[in-house]
């Protein structure tokens, strides 16, 4: 590994200059209603030759070699246009084009709320769209980071000393949101707290985000909504991709995308992540790891086979491998799994396989299948916690078009193994306990069925029937229904109810941790959730650009909720079924201004209340906040391009409000955080050849964590309890925790693409 970015800069440096040959050339003007078209995008289909108009339309693309295109343009605002051409050697074509005012934005296209490839404006189920350039607004070395800058979704750090977190949704805890890569459901269970640190930018095409129930399509634990994860196809890809970054507080990340042609009929991309960060830091002085030092690296290479009549079949795998481990400042190796000194040490082995293939029949009929296995050795403190996870999932559908009626009729099987060598896969016998894995299968049918009622009314309709062999028989219904009552205005209604099988130990990382004791009472019953969410988009054409904006309404009731009860008693976690309900609801909007110059505005927010009712000791019903749940939360971004000079600056960030903490008997600590911004500024210099180089500066603010977040971090191991600096007897507890502990750091980054 020590030699690995080296040799990686060295194959960047030594890699040749493409030569080009002589060809033609292409110029003209674009203009709408006789005014120009600032900054119109330019392309030949099929190839990466393209270019942007000027701010009085003007364009013009040299050297194109011989032969015959199809040139594309495309502008915020104004419908696609396509014109095919013949370029002859040494000769200029002159286009003047026109192209048509539209009130639409440019046609993105998305699977997840469907399993078919629809555009967004024809989706009956309100998705959003990220690219991978979003993303590098404010460059992340993994996923999990990355989705800081979308609105409603929070990555949540769950853990002071090992920084693991999952992802929130409109409020509702990481188990509760589904991540699907390709649509598979393998990030789950262990790989919920781990897994996402090992999804690498260049494996992804793009990013879909539902916010609401999609138990429908997608089974259990998609009750708060799903992020799927669209790989790249191999035919996309390019040759060589080499993205570079490190900080000033030592982190080197390098991401290498690839892409191969083995035949006509055979194209394979491999992505490649390291990340390393070996430089202990502790500015707030409680002598533990303000962040967690990792090595990681991940694998990801997926191959694709042209068959007759178009017919797909793919097949991806993923390998990753990460050591990482934070405490105090003098811990090492050698002190893993002792008393002596604190550290929390994880090693996490992971390997998936993600397939699919159309049948060789007239109808569309896909088969799908995936496989993880998830080895993860970890010691807390003097605690070990060693668990084996494999989860194996199959599905096959009819995709079935007759007239205006789309039906998606499917089956699948999903397999979860889980062991560990805790209490929860042993036997009832406490006298003489044997090891009993968890075994689960999981089978289930679903219909959908898509009705175009007519260009303004469509709606979709869909069944899911689960057996589980722990809790029986599970229904899980969805309505959704589109109304566009002119191009500029789209409302979505969507319906559904939604069940998450309860996995504790795999999906909750404070029940890992040796800071407390995990108690569970009664069994424990599968939760379910009734929910409703209505969405209005919004889209404006003006004189100075474009506004796409949107607000959703949204309400989810939940039955048998699991509540991680950390306040009644400071030395253990308990969970139990809620005695009452529990109710996420609220109201978002986002706003995306794409102005005539090249200027765009993001603004988002989301205004929501998190809370549980339940009897209290006399019996009667008491409201109480969700923990680790902000009322109030935002995101921005800002891009600006200077096209002459080929350097734009992306200034985005955060803003959230109070959230009520865990607190411990007498807790000096204050119960609600305080209102926080990560804020961050990115300048990129773009150069001739596919070239970039950008730096800037990460959380500008410096906010960080009061430093007196780790409880009683003096004595990690609760050997001094009884002493007379602790009157009112603490123990050590690092889940006061809502935020990392990584203050204001400088980067500096380099990319290429040929």
């Keep these: 590994m020590k030699n690995f970015l080296p040799n990686i800069l060295f194959l960047i440096c030594c890699f040749p200059s493409a ?87 440019i046609e993105e296209f998305v699977v997840t709320g469907t399993l078919r490839e629809v555009s967004i404006k024809e989706s009956a189920v309100p998705i959003k769209v990220y690219k991978p350039t979003y993303f590098l607004k404010n460059p992340t ?55 996402l640190n090992g999804i690498p930018n260049s494996m992804i095409a793009q990013t879909e985000v539902v916010k609401g129930p999609a138990s429908t399509l997608f089974g259990s634990e998609a009750v708060g909504g799903l992020i799927n994860v669209i790989t790249l196809d191999p035919k996309d890809s390019p040759k060589l991709a080499v993205d570079v970054f490190t900080t000033s507080w030592g982190e080197i990340n390098t991401d290498i995308g690839m892409g191969f042609k083995i035949s006509e009929k055979v194209t394979s991309m491999l992505g490649i992540n390291y990340f390393n960060y070996s430089n202990p830091i502790d500015n707030n002085g409680d002598n533990f790891t303000d962040l967690t030092l990792q090595d990681r690296i991940s ?29 105090e400042m003098q811990w090492a190796p050698e002190f893993r799994g002792g008393d002596s000194i604190y550290g929390e040490s994880i090693y996490t082995s992971r390997y998936e396989i993600i397939g699919k293939y159309q049948l060789p029949f007239k109808e569309r009929v896909m088969s799908s299948f995936s496989f993880s296995d998830h080895q993860q050795n970890s ?11 494999k989860i194996a999932f199959g599905q096959l559908f009819w995709d079935k078009k007759i007239g205006k009626h789309d039906w998606l009729i499917g089956t699948a099987l999903r397999y979860n193994f889980y062991d560990d060598n805790t209490a929860a896969t042993q036997t009832a016998d406490t006298l003489n306990p044997k090891n009993k894995p968890d075994n689960a299968f999981l089978p289930g049918v679903f219909v959908q069925h898509s ?7 469509k709606t979709l309709v869909g069944l899911r029937y689960d057996y589980d062999s722990r809790h ?44 407390r004791e995990v108690v569970i009472k009664g069994s424990l019953a599968p939760e379910t959730s009734y929910n409703a969410n209505l969405n209005y988009q919004k889209m404006i054409t003006t004189k100075f650009g474009f506004i796409n904006f949107d607000v959703s309404g949204f309400y989810t009731y939940f039955n048998n ?10 030395k253990q976690i308990i969970y139990e079924n809620l005695n009452g309900y529990a109710v996420s609801r609220g109201i978002s909007f986002d706003m995306d201004i794409t102005f005539s110059a090249p200027l765009n505005i993001k603004l988002g927010g989301t205004f929501m209340e998190v809370f549980e009712v339940s009897e209290n000791e006399l019996g009667n019903l008491e409201k109480q906040p969700q923990l680790l749940t902000e009322n109030i939360s935002g ?21 959230y409000g109070p959230m009520k903490l865990p607190l411990v008997e007498n807790d000096f600590r204050p119960e609600y955080s305080d209102w926080y911004s990560i804020q961050n500024i990115q300048i990129t210099k773009e150069f001739k050849k596919g070239w970039e180089i950008y730096g800037g500066v990460k959380n500008l603010l410096n906010f960080t964590p009061p430093d007196f977040s780790i409880l009683r971090a003096n004595d990690p191991f609760d050997k001094n309890v009884d002493s007379p600096d602790n009157p009112n007897g603490y123990t050590f507890d690092p889940s006061y925790v809502y935020t990392t502990f990584q203050g204001i750091r400088g980067f500096l980054g380099a990319r290429v693409k040929f």
């Design 19 to 105: 030569i080009y040959s002589q060809g033609g050339t292409i110029e003209g003007v674009i203009s709408s209603n006789s005014d120009a078209v600032a900054f119109a995008n330019v392309g030949l289909s099929g190839t990466k030759l393209g270019t942007a108009a000027d701010i009085n339309g003007k364009f013009k693309l040299n050297n194109i070699p011989v032969g015959t295109y199809t040139v594309q343009v495309s502008a915020v605002g104004y419908k696609h246009y396509k014109k095919t051409i013949t370029i002859e050697s040494g000769k200029t074509i002159t286009l003047n084009i026109t192209i048509e005012e539209t009130a639409t934005e």
């Design 379 to 389: 010691v807390y403190g003097d605690v070990p916690y060693i668990a084996h996870q």
């Design 635 to 655: 995101t921005f971004g800002l891009s600006y391009e200077f096209t002459k000079q080929k350097v734009k600056i992306d200034y985005t960030g955060n803003v």
């Design 561 to 570: 909720k699991i509540i991680p009860d950390y306040e009644t008693n400071p």
């Design 451 to 457: 009705y175009k009622i007519n260009t303004k009314h």
């Design 141 to 195: 070395p993994v996923l999990f980071e990355a989705l800081q800058i979308v609105n409603g979704v929070r990555p949540q750090i769950n853990c002071s000393v090992c920084n693991t977190g999952d992802i929130h949704i409109n409020g509702m805890e990481g188990p509760y949101t589904m991540v699907t890569i390709d649509g598979m459901p393998i990030v789950g269970g262990l790989s919920t707290v781990y897994g």
């Design 299 to 327: 694998i990801f290479n997926k191959w694709d086979i042209k068959r007759k009549e178009n017919r797909e079949l793919s097949v991806a795998m993923r390998y990753v491998y990460e050591d990482r481990w934070g405490g």
């Design 472 to 515: 029986g028989n599970i229904f899980t219904p969805r309505f959704n229904y589109k109304w566009t009552p002119d191009e500029s205005n789209t409302i979505r209604l969507s319906l559904g109810t939604g069940y998450r099988v309860v996995n504790l130990f795999t999906e909750d990382h404070a029940a890992t941790t040796g800071a």
